[in-house]
């Protein structure tokens, strides 16, 4: 069974940096495409970037040009590091396969807070 463990999140203000980090156990990763999704109070969850196996990447419209995806096959991480952060980035963000798969489950995300 494949677990998602995510960490880095934080309290900063507006403009400042953080990274988080998803660690997947499971043979699983390295086969596929991996994405960062958030969800902010009384909002839907929403992909905000993803990471092919081959590593492309591709984002929502709101943080191109500030966030940035990567992956490390090896160490079975996904990595997000977000600049120039708003206060509309506040939510807690999640990692899980694009698409999802039912096998996966969601792991418990990472609060991210930008105060303005």
């Not at 990763?29 to 929403?46: C, L, V």
């Not at 590593?55 to 997000?80: C, M, P, Q, W």
Request: proline share 3%.
């Amino acid at each position: 069974q494949v677990q998602l463990v995510e960490s880095g999140g934080g309290l900063v203000q507006a403009g400042g940096s953080l990274r988080l980090s998803c660690l997947a156990s499971g043979s699983t990763f390295s086969f596929n495409a991996m994405g960062w999704y958030r969800q902010a109070p009384g909002e839907q969850r929403e992909l905000v970037a993803f990471i092919s196996r081959s590593g492309s990447t591709h984002y929502e419209d709101s943080v191109k040009g500030r966030f940035a995806i990567s992956r490390d096959n090896a160490r079975s991480t996904v990595y997000l590091q977000m600049n120039s952060l708003k206060p509309e980035d506040t939510a807690v963000y999640y990692c899980n396969t694009v698409p999802l798969l039912a096998r996966v489950s969601w792991g418990q995300g990472t609060q991210v807070t930008v105060s303005s």
